[in-house]
């Protein structure tokens, strides 16, 4: 599904690895051709731009690990950043149709593979979950789309609710739900509907259909191919029916797989499943790092990359460690936990982890620890000189005065910093005799 994107990528960044150094030039031209590739693959423009600047950003501001190229490296972080886009702020959960009868309401336009994927999902739940599974087809102009779908549930071996003429799609709604309470059925799914566009009166159906269903699920199946119309689809449906999540359908086609791409990011609804086929099994959940790693087509490299960046992390860890239970602890030290805190979401993620831990945790609080906090006692610790920081005893007055001031801050702040440092060189010393220091880098690890 993402075969042209996956080649024109493989191709900038063949390139990209092969070179044993780049210049921020070499950066640059590939991120370009990398926003072209994604232009052309119909993802939207904003999307695209903001794409191609975080990995720059990342890309910068990374400090290059020894054994991989950097060029290996982008790869890495432009893999992330393909998550990150389809995957938005989570993960996608599995449907939520606890509390039986849970109905979700299938919604989206004419055409689009609507009552394919009711099907398609009514089988998955019926022959993964053993879930008892009710279909009603909600579509009173075409009467070819009810029998459509009592046809298909007969094929994957589900009931559908009996047709009867003449009924609005209120009312069928009304008797589906009656159905499924008596019938004892775990799921309903109701098949709303379609037109050709978007157009008031399907919106107003659509809309009291899910007063009287009060679905846990809106589903909006979309067609893949359509590119940036289905995200206007998915965003125009979310604001007049609000959508919990989206079926792209078609994604086996040729398509140029923008539409995954930009849908989260612009409507901020995830994609729960892609339509990969005709048949009734041609259905899967969207797994947005499998995804990442179908359209990049460059496992290898993340995987190297994932390993040498935990090892480098490793390696840090055990050199720390061997410090500590030596009983040192200097600001060179401290200034690396500082700067590891902010990296793990501030003072009280990391004390969190630590056994023991929770007085400095308290400590810490009082003391007003924040990110901002821990920035600026990492500004005093780089205004000393390389011998202060192996020995803050020896800061006189006067330098703890022009240090303070280097960094904007008062006298009051470093010595706050420096009774910290105590505090923790002392536990540092107590916990290594203890032998705890090991168990506490472990937790950390
Ligand atoms: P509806 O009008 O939205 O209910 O659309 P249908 O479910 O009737 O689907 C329209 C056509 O699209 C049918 O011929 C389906 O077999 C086909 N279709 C649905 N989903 C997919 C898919 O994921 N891939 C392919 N290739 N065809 C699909």
Known sequence: MFENLSERLGSVFE????????????????????????????VSLPVARDFVAAVQAKATGQSVTK????????????????????????PADALKIDNPPACVLMVGLQG??????????????????????????L?????????????????????SLPIVKGESATQIAK???????????????????????????????????????????????????????????????????GITGVVLTRMDGDGRGGAALSMRAVTGKPIRFVGMGEKMDALETFEPDRVAGRILGMGDIV??????????????AERMMKRFQKGLFNMNDLKSQLEQMLKMGGMQGLMGMLPGMGKMQKAAQDAGFDDKMLRRQIALINSMT??????????????KKRIAAGSGLDVSDLNRLLKQHKQMADMMKKMGKGGMMKAAMKQMM
């Open 386 to 399: 390389k011998k202060e920081r192996a020995n803050p005893d020896l800061l006189a007055a006067s330098r």
């Open 139 to 159: 579509d009173t102009n075409r009467p070819a789309a009810m029998e459509q779908l009592q046809i298909l549930a007969a094929q994957v071996g589900v009931d």
């Open 303 to 316: 995987a190297l990359v994932e390993k040498a960046q935990e090892n480098f992390e490793a390696e840090q």
């Open 175 to 241: 008797r589906a739900k009656a159905q499924a309470t008596m019938g004892g059925y775990d799921v309903l799914f109701l098949d709303t509907a379609g037109r050709l566009h978007i157009d008031e009166a399907l919106m107003a159906e659509v809309q009291a259909v899910r007063d009287i269903a009060q679905p846990r699920e809106t589903l909006l199946v979309v067609d893949g191919l359509t590119g940036q119309d289905a995200v206007n689809v998915a965003t125009e449906f979310d604001g007049k029916v």
């Open 15 to 42: 390139r990209l690895t092969k070179q044993g150094a780049l210049s921020d030039a070499d950066v640059a031209t590939a991120l370009r051709e990398v926003r072209v590739a994604l232009l052309e693959a119909d």
């Open 112 to 137: 689009s593979g609507k009552t394919t994927t009711t099907a398609k999902l009514a089988k998955r739940l019926h022959d993964k979950q053993g879930k008892r599974v009710l279909l009603a087809s």
């Open 67 to 90: 054994s991989v190229t950097p060029g290996q490296q982008v790869v890495k972080i432009v893999h992330d950043e393909l998550i990150r886009v389809l995957a938005g702020d989570g």
